[in-house]
């Protein structure tokens, strides 16, 4: 039977990339801070480029530039050799990505970085290569062993890599100022999507609104609570703001004499539980059942006037849920 111990592998390589993660958190210094202000002020694109696994960690870094509100994208550095060059542009900043610095398929995107005065930030374990030397700012990764150090195949060096690029996105990100509404706009469909997506853009308008005036007969009012089928009416002041809403809970605390009364007398005052149009729709779901009492309908406002309707099944739909 094999000795072979597959846990023990994978926590040794697990526990051998995050010791490596540690010194290049400890390792970050002011080349950092260049490097992020270097992308702020980029005027054109962020161009990603390496080759082998390095490449591919770039076309990653690229894609998460992007989608976090940075105009990125990847050119491989072989194809650049053979005409990708012409992508890049005099207001871009290229991020070349390689462990050792010495790859011969970048020698010509350093070239051309430096004919046209193109700002280039290194990624590597050697800050004295030919890429380190060539950078107007090098990040440098620690030169820890790849964790299959018998046969050296990347694997700590791309990890540190993959993680030093997200440091860089997030921290490009906060030095942009990106809020979560900004993120909706380049993640619309899936999950994530649903989650970004706000009470404007689910609730039901101003055509659908049940609405009455405080003064409005409760004969009258339980015809519109009908009639609109949200199972709630809202009651507004004089001037059209939100004064209070009428649910079934409010209809069975005033069976006495409900008929004879009006629709400002039987309200809950508020309604507590109003939302603006630009709330996210995952915080509009949390404002449903916390805190407590839970209500399945929110009345949309703005300026205390309402505008909109929210109901549960709206994002269940959606797929908020």
């Known amino acids: 039977m094999s000795d072979f111990d597959a846990i023990a592998v ?4 697990l526990a051998a990339e995050a010791e490596a993660l540690g010194q290049l958190a400890d390792a970050l210094d002011e080349s950092f801070v260049a490097a992020v202000e270097t992308l702020f002020a980029a005027k054109g694109r962020i161009v990603a480029t390496g080759i082998g696994k390095s490449g591919h960690i770039a076309r990653k870094v690229a894609a998460t530039l992007a989608s976090t509100g940075s105009v990125a994208m990847f050119v491989h550095a072989t ?38 005065g193109i700002p280039l930030i290194a990624m590597t374990a050697a800050p004295g290569s030919a890429l380190g030397r060539a950078a107007d700012v ?12 018998e046969l050296n195949a990347p694997t700590t060096s791309t990890t540190l890599q993959l993680a030093l690029g997200d440091a860089l996105a997030v921290a490009l990100l906060q030095r942009r100022g990106f809020r979560p509404q900004d993120f909706r706009v380049f993640h619309p469909g899936g999950k994530l999507g ?5 009470v404007g853009d689910l609730m039901h308008g101003a055509s659908e609104l049940p609405l009455v005036g405080g003064e ?6 339980l015809l ?22 009428i649910t079934d809970g409010d209809l069975r605390r005033h069976m006495d004499g409900l008929m004879n009364a009006t629709a400002g007398q039987v309200m809950t005052p508020g309604p507590k539980k109003a939302v603006p149009p630009g709330m996210l729709a995952s915080e509009a ?6 805190p407590p009492p839970a209500v ?19 994002l269940l739909r959606a797929g908020v849920m």
């Open 10 to 13: 994978g926590r040794r390589v």
């Open 296 to 314: 399945t309908v929110l009345f949309v406002v703005e300026d205390k006037k309402p505008v909109g309707i929210l109901h549960i099944h709206d």
């Open 138 to 149: 090098v990040l440098g990764i620690p030169d820890a062993p790849e964790a299959a150090d």
């Open 79 to 116: 194809e650049a050799s053979h005409g990708d060059l012409g992508m890049i542009g005099a207001d871009d900043v290229i991020l070349a990505l390689s462990k050792t610095g010495e790859t011969r398929e970048l020698a010509d995107v350093i070239a051309y970085a430096k004919r046209f």
């Open 224 to 245: 519109v609570m009908s009639e609109k089928r949200w199972g709630i009416v809202g009651v507004t002041d004089a001037q059209g703001r939100l004064a209070g809403a």
């Open 194 to 198: 649903a989650m970004l997506r706000t």
């Open 285 to 290: 779901l949390a404002l449903m059942s916390d």
């Open 216 to 221: 409005t007969p409760m004969k009258d009012a």
